[in-house]
């Protein structure tokens, strides 16, 4: 569903959210696309169980986990921060993934690095039998190929489409779906991640560019000026976005907008990924630091 936003902009330059937070209760916005070819590529392998990794808020942990309640696959997380395994009561994101059936291994954040490794991987095997694997953040070719669906002949008068970027499997999948005229703009969501690499792994168009301005100090991390603006916006518009993702690119889009970076007449298609589940453990975060939180 895309929903026109009505603000004071300039130059006459318009802007609509495609709503892909709305597309499921659980699984949400973008990982419901990534995870849609990979369990359907699990069910074809014959596949009873999905492992995959994530840290503490991860909304990839939430969304596989309801997915394996969803279409039967027992589910394992491998989460960052052995520190964490007393401490699931007190975290929404592992506590939902957990009454989901996920069942949640703890490793040290040295260990993690290891995510991708073939031994690693192996030992995993031996630990916990066979199962599909699905990388941390989703991102591999099917994700990829389920993100190309995000853009649909409904959005073919849009000039720009601006989306947060993560590990990379969102954008490259829009880049290749977009059109001769459009101009894809990716806003990521950590500091310094040499992502142009990663997506030019799936990418098969030079039509995009990325704002590395608006990561407001990396990743999970938050100012009050992004919370103002977050709860501004969602006071205005109705729309409530996540402090990792979307908050960082509407305020980038927008600051944009303000900076002139856009000709006149534009008209800019937002892609709302999803990730509100994540709201309540940044609240807590921001409750504990005595700082305004979100609205809800």
């Not at 000709?263 to 892609?271: A, E, G, Y």
């Amino acid at each position: 569903m895309n929903q026109p936003v009505y603000l004071d902009l300039p130059n006459n330059i318009r802007l609509t959210v495609k709503r892909e937070d709305l597309l499921h209760p659980h699984i949400s916005g973008n990982k419901f696309r990534k995870l849609k070819y990979n369990i359907l590529q699990a069910k074809a392998n014959g596949a009873s169980c999905l492992l995959t990794f994530g840290g503490a808020f991860s909304n990839h942990i939430a969304a596989t986990a309801a997915a394996g309640k969803e279409y039967g696959f027992n589910t394992i997380g491998i989460i960052r921060g052995e520190e964490l395994a007393h401490k699931i009561n007190e975290n929404a994101t592992l506590s939902f993934a957990r009454s989901c059936g996920m069942q949640l291994e703890f490793i040290t954040r040295e260990a993690y690095r290891y995510k991708t490794d073939t031994l690693y991987i192996e030992s995993l095997k031996k630990q916990f039998g066979d199962f599909y694997l699905v990388p941390e953040g989703g991102t591999n070719a099917l994700a990829v190929k389920g993100c190309e669906e995000i853009l649909n002949s409904d959005d073919a008068a849009f000039t720009h489409v601006c989306c947060a970027v993560g590990t990379g499997g969102t954008i490259s999948g829009i880049i290749n779906s977009a059109l001769p005229h459009q101009k894809v703009i990716g806003f990521p969501a950590l500091k310094g991640a040499g992502l142009s690499d990663d997506i030019c792994k799936f990418a098969r168009k030079g039509n995009w560019e990325l704002a590395e301005a608006y990561h407001f100090g990396g990743y999970g991390k938050v100012t009050p000026e992004l919370i103002a603006f977050m709860n501004h916006f969602f006071d205005t518009t109705g729309i409530l976005l996540d402090p990792v993702y979307t908050g960082k690119l509407f305020f980038g889009v927008i600051d944009l907008v303000n900076q002139g970076y856009f000709s006149q007449n534009s008209d800019i298609l937002l892609i709302h990924t999803g990730g509100l589940q994540g709201i309540a453990g940044m609240n807590r975060e921001l409750m504990r630091k005595k700082l305004p939180t979100i609205k809800t």
